[in-house]
């Protein structure tokens, strides 16, 4: 195995073992080596996977394999058995699902913390606020307080929007997929998602100018709400970053199974080096003031770095719609969001007759013969 | 008369129920599993029925097969029947704004499908 493979196989957090065709331990990452029993050259010490190469080298079982391995103190793993790299080797992936379980929990916690305790908090403040600065007479003494305390509204406001999207966030962490299968037209739904940004448009004199959006794109099935949502992100994103009296662009078109929205602002654009990290939660991408080349040009205004939730949340909302968010190609006068969708109904999770149809059939099975043995007759 | 009934829907096995079912009498039944190749059989075939799954993946749900369909003047006279797993107003309004003649809602009864189916019939000789 080459050092740069298994520099990679090292650096996983997963517990990965490369075994020979009689289950023996060829190579074992930095969390393997980890485990007991494992040593180089010495069979893996679980019967059940020694079980499955053994059904592989006798040609009775194929990888890929799922078995399920329960350990000492409750630790659960699932194993899958893979192709080695060469020959009859065989790659075995164990991943902690107790771990794995635990992380979610604790960030379910958190997002539920965030969303019954700072949220209502964060509510209350915002409406406070408001009604003193409705109540603060406008006068010549207190205009400074009057301005104070509508500036505490804002960021009351910024707050409470900041917070709700990471509640959001909270709530797609536990998906696997949404349950929804609303059918959606893509120039409805772009139509829906600028409705939502149109004030902070508006306020700017931001226009929206849409390439190829028609009815004749195929439909998307989903969350209306979810999506609208991530798209309405996107361009709010777009529309803070824009300048004043100038346009976002949303551009729709199908790429074989897929529709591509791609939403381009003519602003200040992310720079680009950073965009692989844009998806992760709490990352910006936008660039920190320091590292940016010094320039005698006045400086133009420049968007406020948010918490890096909203590409996370766009991002989380098209993995569960089996899609991808992704930086369009980088040009100098734009920066493009490419939001990638599968067009049509989901592929069924488990393939087969629905139950209740299945249920439907048997009910009415008997009159359905008797009625079939009547046209047969008939036709006799 | 041979009745020639095309089935478009994703699920192999609701495409062999349905054919089972129907599969009777003096009857011609083909089968399509996505929406393109539903079409494309359509075409091909002009059947008298299309018995149309509307949530299907790929480029083509059954709204957009059915509008197609009966924009199709080579399809005149073709009659489409839409299968849909809800039944919900917005459906049942989309499917009259594709032009469909009937629907069935999701479980259907094997009997419901044949009356549906013999119904168009009569109407077709008519």
């Given amino acids: ?380 | 008369m041979t009745r020639k009934i095309l089935i478009v829907e994703d699920q192999a096995d609701l495409r062999k129920l349905v054919r089972m079912t129907l599969e009777y009498g003096d009857v011609e039944i083909h089968e399509a599993a996505d929406g393109q190749s539903g079409l494309h059989k359509a075409r091909e075939l002009r059947p008298d029925i299309v018995l149309l799954d509307v949530m299907m993946p790929g480029e083509l749900d059954g709204f957009q097969v059915c509008e197609r369909i009966k924009s199709d003047k080579l399809l005149a006279g073709v009659h489409v029947v839409l299968l849909t797993a809800r039944g919900q107003q917005t459906d049942l309004d989309q499917g009259a704004r594709a032009g469909c003649d009937a629907y069935l809602v999701k479980p259907f009864s094997p009997l419901e499908l044949i009356d549906k189916v013999d119904e168009l019939t009569r109407r077709m000789v008519a």
């Fill in chain 1, 1 to 380: 195995m080459s050092t740069a493979l298994a520099r990679f196989l090292d650096a996983l957090g997963d517990e990965i073992l490369l075994l020979t065709g009689e289950g023996r331990v060829r190579f074992a990452n930095r969390a393997a080596r980890e485990l007991p029993g494992i040593a180089a050259g010495v069979p893996v010490p679980w019967p059940e996977i020694l079980r499955h190469v053994e059904g592989v080298a006798h040609g009775y079982a194929r990888p890929p394999i799922t078995a399920s391995l329960d350990g000492e103190g409750g630790a659960h793993r699932t194993a899958t058995l893979l192709d080695g790299f060469a020959g009859q080797d065989l790659l075995l992936v164990l991943h902690d699902d107790v771990e794995a379980a635990a992380y979610r929990n604790v960030t379910e916690n958190l997002f539920q913390f965030l969303r019954t305790e700072l949220h209502a908090s964060f509510d209350a403040l915002a409406t406070s606020a408001e009604v003193v600065a409705k109540a603060l007479p406008v006068t010549q003494d207190g205009e400074t307080l009057h301005e104070i305390v509508t500036t505490a509204r804002a960021r009351a406001a910024e707050l409470e929007t900041r917070l709700e999207k990471l509640t959001l966030l909270g709530d797609l962490v536990s998906h696997d997929r949404l349950q929804t299968d609303e059918r959606i037209v893509l120039s409805e739904l772009i139509a829906q998602a600028w409705a939502r940004v149109s004030p902070i448009a508006q306020a700017a004199d931001v226009r929206l100018s849409t390439v190829g959006v028609s009815e004749a794109l195929p439909p998307v099935y989903g969350s209306d709400a979810w999506l609208t949502r991530a798209l309405a992100e996107l361009l709010e994103n777009a529309v803070r970053a824009s300048g004043r009296k100038t346009q976002v662009e949303v551009d729709a078109h199908q790429e074989s199974r897929y529709v591509h929205l791609t939403v381009r602002d003519f602003g200040h654009s992310p720079v680009p080096r950073r965009h692989g990290r844009a998806y992760l939660p709490f990352v910006t991408a936008l660039e920190p003031e320091s590292a940016k080349p010094p320039s005698k040009a006045p400086p133009a205004p420049k968007p406020k770095a948010g918490l890096g939730v909203g590409l996370a949340l766009v991002e989380r909302v098209l993995e569960l719609h089996g899609g991808h968010l992704r930086v369009g190609d980088p040009h100098d006068d734009c920066t493009a969001f490419v939001m990638e969708l599968p067009t049509g109904a989901p592929h069924a999770a488990v393939p087969g007759v629905q139950l209740e149809q299945a249920q439907r059939y048997a009910v009415d099975m008997a009159a359905l013969l008797a009625r079939q043995q009547a046209a047969k007759a008939v036709a006799r």
